[in-house]
């Protein structure tokens, strides 16, 4: 189990740009594969996009691809989205886990909203 801490959330106009962050303290996320989540309001949980453990490796849903972008720093611990060129369909809570996830690491999320 691994606890998980997002941050770098907020309220930007459409076209914008927001980095996000997820730690973890104490905890290493070695060796696992992590990605970003999102749920919008009244929506289920969908991925967003995904960082192997040697940071080579990246995958992201098709709604984010060209915008976002996955990265890590191991010695850190800790894995960032940089999201530009925002839209107001983005908004959403975002989350950080394991990919695939795993619930026991589910943390509380960091909310984005994007504005028209």
């Known amino acids: 189990q691994v606890q998980l801490a997002e941050s770098g959330g907020g309220l930007v106009q459409a076209g914008g740009s927001l980095r996000l962050s997820c730690a973890a303290p104490?905890?290493?996320?070695?060796?696992?594969?992590m990605g970003w989540f999102r749920q919008a309001p009244g929506k289920e949980r969908e991925f967003v996009a995904s960082i192997d453990w040697s940071g080579s490796g990246t995958y992201y849903a098709d709604s984010v691809k060209g915008r976002f972008t996955i990265s890590r720093d191991n010695a850190k611990n800790t894995v960032y989205l940089q999201m530009n060129s925002l839209k107001p369909e983005d908004t959403a809570v975002y989350y950080c886990?394991?990919?695939?996830?795993?619930?026991?690491?589910w943390g509380q999320g960091t909310q984005v909203t994007v504005s028209s």
């Open positions: 104490g905890r290493t996320f070695s060796p696992y594969v």
């Open positions: 886990n394991s990919s695939p996830p795993k619930s026991s690491n």
